[in-house]
């Protein structure tokens, strides 16, 4: 493993470019790594190690974290598992892609397994860049069962 791929995976899995940059990336180096395929470029200024169909990879992916049922899972709870990927978004979120490819917009009709849950400002503060905090996840449960 390459010296950001071990960077991205001390940062959790996931990292932001500012983050990469700040540790003393550059775009060469960057573009470089997902070529090579030491990171997967998730959505722009968005790199990961995990593997590319993981939920926390695919709700970044969409602009958000995985949230309910979906970040209970991911969390290590035992959930009887649907079908749909719980994505919490911030409020005003805007160019929201495809789970399954960044290029692709998500769109209101077609929704791809996607359940969006709108995030009030102060959830923003908690949880990780991959999943909202756990007792945030339950109370999204709960009012999405």
Not at 5 to 16: I, S
Not at 25 to 47: I, K, Q
Not at 88 to 116: E, K
Request: hydrophobic share 40%.
């Amino acid at each position: 493993m390459g010296l950001l791929a071990d960077w991205v995976t001390d940062l959790g899995g996931m990292a932001q470019k500012q983050q990469l940059v700040a540790l003393g990336a550059r775009d060469r180096h960057l573009t470089a790594a997902v070529r090579s395929g030491e990171l997967l470029r998730v959505r722009n200024g968005w790199y990961t190690t995990l593997p590319r169909n993981d939920p926390r990879v695919r709700a970044v992916r969409v602009g958000g974290r995985l949230t309910g049922v979906s970040a209970i899972e991911a969390l290590g709870g035992w959930v009887d598992r649907g079908t749909m990927l719980h994505v919490s978004v911030p409020s005003h979120a805007a160019r929201l892609r495809s789970p399954n490819d960044r290029r692709r917009r998500l769109s209101h009709r077609r929704r791809g397994g996607v359940a969006l849950h709108w995030e009030s400002p102060e959830l923003l503060a908690r949880g990780t860049a991959m999943t909202v905090a756990l007792l945030d996840a339950l109370s999204a449960a709960t009012r999405t069962s």
